[in-house]
T-cell receptor, first 112, second 112 residues
Framework: NAGVTQTPKFRILKIGQSMTLQCTQD?????MYWYRQDPGMGLKLIYY???????DKGEVPNGYNVSRSTTEDFPLRLELAAPSQTSVYFC???????????FGDGTRLSIL | AQSVSQHNHHVILSEAASLELGCNYS??????LFWYVQYPGQHLQLLLK??????LVKGIKGFEAEFIKSKFSFNLRKPSVQWSDTAEYFC??????????FGTGTRLTVIP
């Protein structure tokens, strides 16, 4: 059982470039989340989705976009990469809002 | 605004020592409480959770946590740590639909 899969694991971008962080889960979870984890800080919620076709902003959405065309996939898009977006990004999923979240291995993103 | 405080940033213990990691939160309503662990190079994994009922909850690998509502605390404990417990530990508090707040984490180093 793969769980939550994130790709790529590492990426270096130049300022102004764009890219998409992929997240897919095979547990048929309706709820999916994107977090960023900065050094010495806890995870902060970027965007979340309660089901296919439904997304909403979290605590730190600026500079990001998401889509949820299927239950399995929840990609995170950076349109104009900025140094402040250097971070480790975690995708998570859950069966319900009151259930524990299952996390992917993370994507380490550096913007230079 | 809700917040989660983990006052111990880095804890160093010898094997067989007892462990207690503090977690306090600021929210007056009903909460769900979690402890996650992140082993080096791995993703976050659920250690234990509290939704309701017995305030003393037991998790995996001999960990337990006690919810003290009057103190807004959910401290993590283990009677005897092992070298394999070396990891970063995150407390998380869920206050409502998709409102999951993480603490900044406590790094535990266990010396053999």
């Amino acid at each position: 059982n793969a769980g939550v899969t994130q790709t790529p694991k590492f990426r270096i971008l130049k300022i102004g470039q764009s890219m998409t962080l992929q997240c897919t889960q095979d547990m048929n979870h309706n709820y999916m989340y994107w977090y960023r984890q900065d050094p010495g800080m806890g995870l902060k919620l970027i965007y979340y989705s309660v089901g296919a076709g439904i997304t909403d902003k979290g605590e730190v959405p600026n500079g990001y976009n998401v889509s949820r065309s299927t239950t399995e996939d929840f990609p995170l898009r950076l349109e104009l990469a900025a140094p402040s977006q250097t971070s480790v990004y975690f995708c998570a999923s859950a069966t319900h809002i009151n259930q524990p979240q299952h996390f992917g291995d993370g994507t380490r993103l550096s913007i230079l | 605004a809700q917040s989660v405080s983990q006052h111990n940033h880095h804890v160093i213990l010898s094997e067989a020592a007892s462990l207690e990691l503090g977690c306090n939160y600021s929210y007056g309503g009903t909460v769900n409480l979690f402890w996650y662990v992140q082993y080096p190079g791995q993703h976050l994994q659920l250690l234990l959770k509290y939704f309701s009922g017995d305030p003393l909850v037991k998790g995996i690998k001999g960990f337990e946590a006690e919810f003290i509502k009057s103190k807004f605390s959910f401290n993590l404990r283990k009677p005897s740590v092992q070298w394999s417990d070396t990891a970063e530990y995150f407390c998380a508090v869920q206050t409502g639909a998709n409102n999951l707040f993480f603490g900044t984490g406590t790094r535990l180093t266990v010396i053999p």
